[in-house]
């Protein structure tokens, strides 16, 4: 069956280090793969989209790897400050191109002052 | 732009009663999504509307739930009657056509008792 992988323990780092949260799939083949960071009591708010042709996305202090031989994304949040601090989620489309985000469960990530 | 917006935030019902969760998508996104956060698991997809179409429901637990998007605008997820099963967080999400990213609203927290 297919199945989205988040690391299931909260990553904890220092302030101004890089924070990398890891997304591993199986059984899928995505036509893109979508980060999300996710408040408590709030709703996913999208950050960014990388497509299967794509190998790395940036945007400000965030990137994006994919990897599909690997079945691996990689999201690095650069000089990472507190406010970072919240659970991240990656999303794929379901194989055969639906299109519609299948959510892995989150990361939680704690950026320590 | 206003956001995605639902309501109620919270809901408390009896096991047995009718409830039904509004959601206000982005004005002009044709795309509509409900998903569901049950307790200590990741969010599930559980239909897509195409305007007032119904264009993926393969998420949608059983027939005790009824979405309905009339005028293809703001949608309603009926839960008739509710069962303990039911509890969790039920997002809503738009988007337009061809576009990556998705919008989500905060959610409609329901607990069944």
């Known amino acids: 069956s297919q199945k989205i992988e988040q690391n299931s323990e909260a990553l904890n780092i220092q302030e101004g280090k890089t924070a990398t949260l890891t997304c591993n799939y199986t059984?899928?083949?995505?036509?893109?793969l979508q980060w999300y960071r996710q408040d408590p009591g709030r709703g996913p708010v999208f950050l960014l989209l990388?497509?299967?042709?794509?190998k790395e996305k940036r945007k400000e202090r965030l990137k994006v790897t994919f990897d599909t031989t690997l079945k691996q994304s990689l999201f690095h949040i650069t000089a990472s400050q507190p406010a970072d601090s919240a659970t991240y989620l990656c999303?794929?489309?379901?194989?055969?191109?639906?299109?519609?985000?299948?959510f892995g469960r989150g990361t939680s990530l704690i950026v320590h002052p | 732009e206003a956001g995605v917006t639902q309501f109620p935030s919270h809901s408390v019902i009896e096991k047995g009663q009718t409830v039904t969760l509004r959601c206000d998508p982005i004005?002009?996104?044709?795309?509509l999504y409900w998903y569901r956060r049950v307790m200590g698991k990741e969010i599930k997809f559980l239909l897509h509307?195409?305007?007032?179409?119904?264009?993926?429901e393969s998420g949608m637990p059983n027939n005790r739930f009824l979405a309905e998007r009339t005028g293809g605008t703001y949608s309603t997820l009926k839960v008739q009657p509710a069962e303990l099963e039911d509890s969790g967080v039920y997002f809503c999400?738009?988007?337009?056509?061809?576009?990556?990213?998705?919008?989500f609203g905060s959610g409609t927290r329901l607990t069944v008792v």
């Open positions: 999303a794929l489309d379901y194989s055969g191109g639906s299109y519609i985000p299948t």
């Open positions: 059984n899928y083949s995505p036509a893109y």
């Open positions: 999400a738009s988007s337009q056509p061809g576009q990556g990213d998705y919008t």
């Open positions: 004005s002009g996104h044709d795309n």
């Open positions: 509307f195409v305007k007032e179409s119904k264009q993926d």
């Open positions: 990388i497509r299967e042709n794509e």
